[in-house]
Each structure stands twice: as structure tokens, then as C-alpha cells.
Antibody, heavy 116, light 111 residues
Framework: EVQLVESGGDLVQPGGSLRLSCAAS????????MSWVRQAPGLGLEWVAT????????YYVDSVKGRFTISRDNAKNSLYLQMNSLRAEDTAVYYC?????????WGQGTMVTVSS | QSALTQPASVSGSPGQSITISCTGT?????????VSWYQQYPGKAPKLMIY???QRPSGVSNRFSGSKSGNTASLTISGLQAEDEADYYC???????????FGPGTKVTVL
């Protein structure tokens, strides 16, 4: 079964850091672009970051540039999002999704809450 | 504030057809045929319904169709069913600094 499973979401104080992980299974992970998309409570979807198959290209939404880093380990079939200098407005469910531009497989999401 | 514009809500009776619009600019929707649509139930992950304006992934009902004219893309649901009641989001590639932009979402209600 094709599956993405996120983990790492937590309650963190403003200015803190968090690393999200996404474990892929059921498909050839190294053949796909991968992305993170988030959704703040009660609000819409927002694209966050995308990474090429070999990690050579990375793209970010302006609001996270310089604070978030997307990475992947193809040997471990895993995608990561390192989040630093977290702000209250980063509070959201973070989804791992397969693709770039359109996303055909989504994880169940992991909740990140930034609050003191 | 979303770069794309969608109606907040659309409703229809079972069996009817409804259309959800997604209006952007010549920098996103109008620039490329890279528009996709997602269905989302409360508390669930989004599901891809349409990609590349009018392509339907395997397993998605043919009651869902997509189109584009100029800077506006559209999702049409024909033969509306109770299970279609959900939120729908459009997305487009953009030449702006935000590479992929979503619309604010449209809540579809089946009367």
C-alpha cells in the first residue's frame, strides 16, 4: 500500500525548533519530488516546501525561508522538515505529500503548536 | 490572503451540477496548465481530484471535471451526491516567489 506517515509534531515555545519526519512506503521514494503542505486551524491549505528527487533543488514559501529546511534520505525512504525560530503563525497541521505542483498521495498530518 | 480567489460556498441539490471557480492572474492560473483541485473532509487529509487543469487521477469519479479559460479555472461536479459535501481547494503553479499557490477553499453543500 502506498503510504506516507508523518511524525514529530508537538507543542513548542515561540523561537523554538522542531523536526518533522515523513516515512514513505509502497512506492519508489527516490523517484518522486516531495513536499510539505500545512493547514492552520480552521483555515485553508498552504504550500510550504518542495524538494527534488536527489535533493538538488529546494523551494520554500517566503514566510519560512531562512527558518525551515526541507531534506530527504532516499536510503531511508524519509522526508524531513527542520523548523527553527518557530512563530505562533506556524501553528498548523503539517502534511507530507508526494509530488510538486500537484500532490497525489498525502499523509495523515502531524500537528505543530507554537505557544508559550 | 490567498493569491487565488474561490467562492466561499456553493450548494446544489442531489443530481444537479455545480461549478467552482478559481480565479488567478497571468502569473499563475493563466500562465500554465498546472492547476489542480483537492477535496477535503473535516479532519482528513486532502485528496487529489484533478491535475493539469483537466486530468483525472485513477479512481476519481468521472463526475468530476476540470477546465480553464484565461485566468480562471473551474471544477465541475455533475450528478451531485451527498458524499460530495466537502471543502474543495484549487492550486496553481505561480511565477511569483510563492511557487505553488492555493485558493482559500470552497465549501460544497448538498441540499
Amino acid at each position: 500500500e502506498v503510504q506516507l506517515v508523518e511524525s514529530g509534531g508537538d507543542l513548542v515555545q515561540p523561537g523554538g525548533s522542531l523536526r518533522l519526519s515523513c516515512a514513505a512506503s509502497g512506492f519508489t521514494f527516490s523517484s518522486y519530488w516531495m513536499s510539505w503542505v500545512r493547514q492552520a486551524p480552521g483555515l485553508g491549505l498552504e504550500w510550504v516546501a518542495t524538494i527534488k528527487q536527489d535533493g538538488s533543488e529546494k523551494y520554500y514559501v517566503d514566510s519560512v525561508k531562512g527558518r525551515f529546511t526541507i531534506s530527504r534520505d532516499n536510503a531511508k525512504n524519509s522526508l524531513y522538515l527542520q523548523m527553527n525560530s518557530l512563530r505562533a503563525e506556524d501553528t498548523a497541521v503539517y502534511y507530507c505529500a508526494r509530488g510538486a505542483g500537484w500532490w497525489d498521495i498525502w499523509g495523515q498530518g502531524t500537528m505543530v503548536t507554537v505557544s508559550s | 490572503q490567498s493569491a487565488l480567489t474561490q467562492p466561499a460556498s456553493v450548494s446544489g441539490s442531489p443530481g444537479q451540477s455545480i461549478t467552482i471557480s478559481c480565479t488567478g492572474t497571468s502569473s499563475d492560473v493563466g500562465a500554465y496548465n498546472y492547476v489542480s483541485w483537492y477535496q477535503q473532509y473535516p479532519g482528513k487529509a486532502p485528496k487529489l481530484m484533478i491535475y493539469d487543469v483537466n486530468q483525472r487521477p485513477s479512481g476519481v469519479s468521472n463526475r468530476f471535471s476540470g477546465s480553464k479559460s484565461g485566468n480562471t479555472a473551474s471544477l465541475t461536479i455533475s450528478g451531485l451526491q451527498a458524499e460530495d459535501e466537502a471543502d474543495y481547494y484549487c492550486n496553481s503553479y505561480s511565477t511569483s516567489s510563492t511557487r505553488y499557490v492555493f485558493g482559500p477553499g470552497t465549501k460544497v453543500t448538498v441540499l
